[in-house]
C-alpha cells in the first residue's frame, strides 16, 4: 500500500472508531445549523481534529481542505492537499440511521491520487490509488456489469437544502429513473454512495450540488473499478460544479439519456 493511503487509512479509522463511540451518546452530542438541513456536530470537528492530526505527524508540510474547517495548513501552491469529509451522512448519523462513512483523498498537483472510504459500523474499508485499482476490505473491486436502465439500481441524493434551484428538474429526473429502472436508493452518505457504485452494488448515481469532499475519494474509485464520472451533461467539469452522474460504462450513458431532457441552461454548462 502507498505510505499516503497507508496514513489515510489510520486517520478514517481512528475517526471512525471516535464517530462510534458517541454512537450511544447522540443526545448529549452538541449541533449546530450551517443553514438549514445542514448540520454539524462536535463529532464532525473532533473527527475532522483527529484526521488532520495523524496525518500532520506523518506529512508536516501537507495542505488540507475539510468540510468543517476549509482550507488550512500549507499556503495554495502546496503540492499535496488533503481533501476530508470526517462524517459523510452528519444528519443519519444525529438521528441513528446508520448510515455514514468517513472520506479522505489524497490530492497531488490538483489531480486525486488517493482515496479512502470507511464505514465504521460495518468496518467496510474501500481503497483506491490512481493506476492500481481499489479494492474493499482488499479484495478488489470492479463496477457491475449490468447493461440496461431496467436492470439497474441506481443511488442519488436530493438537492435538499431549501430554496434549490434545481428542485423541478430533479423531480423529473427522479420521476424518469423511478419508472425506468429497477430501483432508486437515497441512502443519505454520497461518499459510500460513490464506493457502491465502485463495488458493483450500484449500478449508477447521479445528484446535483455536491462538495469536493463528498465526491473527491469515491470518484477516483469508480475510475479505478472501470466506470465513468461525468457533469450531468457528459462533460468534465464535475469538480468544479459538483453536479455528478457515475456508473459503468453502459448504465452511465444511458442514465446521461435519461437526465438529459430535464436539464436547465444552468445545469448544462
Ligand atoms: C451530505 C451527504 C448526502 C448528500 C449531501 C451531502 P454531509 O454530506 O453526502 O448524501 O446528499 O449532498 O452534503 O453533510 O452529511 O457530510
Ligand atoms: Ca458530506
Given at each position: 500500500?502507498?505510505?499516503?493511503?497507508?496514513?489515510?487509512?489510520?486517520?478514517?479509522?481512528?475517526?471512525?472508531?471516535?464517530?462510534?463511540r458517541h454512537i450511544n451518546?447522540?443526545?448529549?452530542?452538541?449541533?449546530?445549523s450551517k443553514g438549514r438541513?445542514?448540520?454539524v456536530s462536535e463529532v464532525d470537528r473532533m473527527a475532522e481534529d483527529?484526521?488532520?492530526?495523524?496525518?500532520?505527524?506523518?506529512?508536516?508540510?501537507?495542505?488540507f481542505l475539510a468540510e468543517e474547517s476549509g482550507a488550512?495548513?500549507?499556503?495554495?501552491?502546496?503540492?499535496?492537499?488533503w481533501i476530508i469529509d470526517p462524517l459523510d451522512g452528519t444528519t443519519n448519523f444525529l438521528h441513528g440511521f446508520p448510515v455514514f462513512c468517513i472520506s479522505i483523498a489524497v490530492m497531488h498537483r490538483g489531480r486525486i491520487e488517493h482515496g479512502v472510504i470507511y464505514d465504521p459500523l460495518r468496518q467496510e474499508l474501500f481503497t483506491a490509488s490512481r493506476g492500481t485499482g481499489a479494492t474493499?476490505?482488499?479484495?478488489?473491486?470492479?463496477?457491475?456489469?449490468?447493461?440496461?436502465?431496467?436492470?439497474?439500481?441506481?443511488g442519488t441524493g436530493y438537492p435538499y437544502k431549501p430554496g434549490s434551484e434545481w428542485i423541478d428538474a430533479y423531480m423529473g429526473m427522479l420521476k424518469a429513473a423511478m419508472q425506468e429502472t429497477s430501483g432508486v436508493r437515497r441512502p443519505g452518505a454520497a461518499a459510500l454512495d460513490l464506493a457502491y457504485v465502485a463495488a458493483g452494488r450500484l449500478d449508477g448515481f447521479w445528484e446535483i450540488g455536491l462538495n469536493i469532499w463528498d465526491i473527491a475519494a469515491g470518484t477516483l474509485m469508480i475510475?479505478?473499478?472501470?466506470?465513468?464520472?461525468t457533469d450531468l451533461d457528459?462533460?468534465?467539469?464535475?469538480?468544479?460544479?459538483?453536479n455528478l452522474v457515475a456508473g459503468n460504462p453502459k448504465v452511465h450513458e444511458a442514465l446521461l439519456q435519461l437526465i438529459e431532457p430535464h436539464l436547465t441552461p444552468e445545469l448544462r454548462r
Open positions: 500500500m502507498h505510505p499516503l493511503l497507508n496514513i489515510g487509512v489510520r486517520a478514517a479509522r481512528r475517526a471512525g472508531d471516535l464517530v462510534v451518546q447522540l443526545d448529549a452530542i452538541k449541533v449546530d438541513h445542514d448540520f483527529d484526521i488532520i492530526q495523524t496525518v500532520r505527524r506523518s506529512y508536516p508540510d501537507h495542505a488550512s495548513g500549507a499556503g495554495n501552491d502546496a503540492e499535496y492537499v474493499v476490505d482488499g479484495r478488489r473491486m470492479r463496477v457491475s456489469e449490468t447493461r440496461t436502465l431496467e436492470k439497474s439500481l441506481l475510475q479505478e473499478c472501470g466506470g465513468i464520472v457528459g462533460r468534465d467539469g464535475w469538480q468544479q460544479s459538483g
